[in-house]
């Protein structure tokens, strides 16, 4: 069975992570993505951050690239050179998207922005993922996850503590673009049903600001229509519920509960746990009363999951209906046996004999995973696609003297 996109034909020129992410995502749908990457390549590659550069596994594996790069073909391709903007010319006959992330100056100074793309290939969905959007007095200012997405979105502020010495920050690199390259696709998606079902080829542009505000869009809107700067974040040891927070276990692991309707699942979680009579107390029989109760009944809840190991716990709340899960590290993620039956997390061949992890997407058609391939080298299928252009042998050395394809 064929993959969702097979056929479609995306030309890319992006760097870092956002829209890399999401040509990442349509070539695992199947779409022949072909990146076009400057002489000097996508300055994501080999870039460290926070000691993250090659893993200790294998130090010439940079996970950030093969994450947001699998499944591409990498051209090289100079387009400040009109030769170079040539080859482009020839890619974008066929294609069916454009997909971008340079900010407009440098689109406009190589004439890849959206007004001059699409005069010349009106059936072209144009692609972009810009830092703040299309429109407004930033719509020409560039930005980054961390600043863009976390920052100016909310999101930190929200997870701070009012006394904190620093704000929060993100949990991991590319938290926001990966989330925002996941919009950009599925705008992608939706634009090339739209083509097919009408004839009109549009242009889409996702934001991580835009995908900020969607993310976080229960505040935004509670704040907006209240009038209110900044919610108040409940603190850890006084929850609203106690059957909504989080438990440290005898072993020092934690347990994350979530039974919203908590006078459905109290009493038999009590009842598994050996504690009938946390149920039966008059202090705590009802939310009503635990609410009015609440530092005694969180005290209680809180030396109950302290009184056992998570071993123990997980076998006893397997025993009720109520919803909870275990806090695990990301280490601990390559053993989840859901990651492993739906394929979330696999292997892949990195063509020398050895397999490196990738997570797959988290979707699944017809019960099963999509496939994946390792990112390109520099440049590695520059002379298989200038052939397939219908370049010949000599017209590509002519390039490559000309410092237009490397």
């Known amino acids: 069975m064929g993959k969702p996109l097979e056929g479609i034909k995306v030309v890319e020129v992006a760097m870092w992570a956002f829209v890399p992410a999401c040509g990442g995502m349509l070539a695992d749908l199947g779409a022949d993505v072909i990146k076009i990457e ?59 998207v454009f997909l971008t992330n340079l900010l407009p ?52 502020s929200s997870l701070t503590d009012a006394d904190a010495a620093h704000p929060v920050g993100p949990p991991g690199p590319a938290f926001g673009d990966t989330l925002s390259g996941a919009m950009l696709s599925g705008a992608i998606c939706a634009a090339i049903a739209k083509r097919a079902l009408t ?55 934690f347990l994350a509960l979530c039974m919203l309707q908590a006078d459905k699942y109290w009493a038999p979680l009590c009842e598994v746990a050996g504690r009938p009579d946390l149920a039966a107390d008059p202090r705590f029989v009802d939310a009503a009363a635990r609410r009015q109760n609440i530092d005694a009944c969180h005290a209680e809840v809180t030396a109950l999951f302290a009184s056992r190991t998570l071993a123990k716990w997980k076998a006893i709340l397997a025993r009720q209906s109520g919803q909870w899960d275990v806090v695990q590290d990301v280490g601990e993620m390559k053993d989840d046996p859901q990651a492993e039956a739906n394929g979330y997390l696999k292997h892949i061949d990195y063509a020398d004999g050895t397999k490196i992890p990738m997570i797959g997407l988290p ?43 490397f």
């Open 105 to 156: 100056p440098a689109r406009r100074a190589m004439r890849i922005d959206a007004e001059s793309i699409r005069a010349a290939y009106p059936n072209l969905i144009y692609a972009s993922g810009s830092a703040l959007g299309p429109n407004g007095p930033d719509r020409e200012k560039g930005g980054y996850d961390a600043i863009t997405f976390w920052a100016r979105g909310g999101i930190s």
């Open 363 to 405: 979707m699944l058609f017809d019960d099963a995973p999509l496939s994946s391939t390792r990112s390109p080298e520099l440049g590695a299928d520059s002379d298989a696609v200038l052939t397939g252009l219908g370049y010949a042998e000599d017209e590509i050395i002519d390039l490559k003297v000309q410092g237009v394809v």
């Open 199 to 253: 004839g009109e080829a549009s242009s889409v542009d996702v934001s991580l600001l835009g995908t900020a505000l969607w993310s976080m869009q229960r505040y935004v809107c509670q704040a907006t229509a209240d009038g209110v700067q900044k919610f108040p974040k409940p603190p850890a040891d006084r929850p609203n519920n106690v059957l909504v927070a989080n438990y440290r276990t005898a072993d020092g692991r």
């Open 38 to 96: 400057p002489p000097t390549g996508d300055p994501l590659r080999g870039l460290s951050i926070g000691g993250l550069g090659g893993g200790s596994g294998n130090g010439r594996i940079d996970y950030s690239w093969e994450s947001y790069n699998r499944g591409k073909r990498s051209v090289t391709l100079d387009l400040k050179q009109e030769a170079g903007r040539a080859v482009l010319d020839r890619l974008l006959a066929d294609a069916d």
